[in-house]
Nanobody, 124 residues
Framework: QVQLVESGGGLVQPGDSLRLSCAAS????????MGWFRQAPGKEREFVAA????????DYADAVKGRFSISRDNAKMSVFLQMNSLKPEDTAVYYC?????????????????WGQGTQVTVSS
């Protein structure tokens, strides 16, 4: 079993930055792929970014490429999402997730464990 707890969300203005954190506990964290997803009101949960166990393989949704960056610290059992140049359309609940397979994927159903989410609101 793996427990995930997100933090770092908040209310920011367009163009601002935020850094989300996800702390993991439970089974061996360093073996797992970690991902960030988001869900806006009335919309389906969507992929944002993912990173493999070593940090050597990452993937991003087209909507966030060049603005968001995912990283991890296996010693601290944490994964991070640096979000720059935020836009109102980035407003959503952001979820941290992990999957036992070592391959980075973008599909919601591939991920086995989920956090409770943290709200990010981008508004002027």
């Amino acid at each position: 079993q793996v427990q995930l707890v997100e933090s770092g969300g908040g209310l920011v203005q367009p163009g601002d930055s935020l850094r989300l954190s996800c702390a993991a506990s439970g089974r061996t964290f360093s073996w797992f792929v970690m991902g960030w997803f988001r869900q806006a009101p009335g919309k389906e949960r969507e992929f944002v970014a993912a990173i493999n166990w070593s940090g050597g393989s990452t993937d991003y949704a087209d909507a966030v490429k060049g603005r968001f960056s995912i990283s991890r610290d296996n010693a601290k059992m944490s994964v991070f999402l640096q979000m720059n140049s935020l836009k109102p359309e980035d407003t959503a609940v952001y979820y941290c997730a992990t999957k036992r397979s070592g391959v980075v994927t973008t599909t919601v159903n591939d991920y086995d464990y989920w956090g409770q989410g943290t709200q990010v609101t981008v508004s002027s």
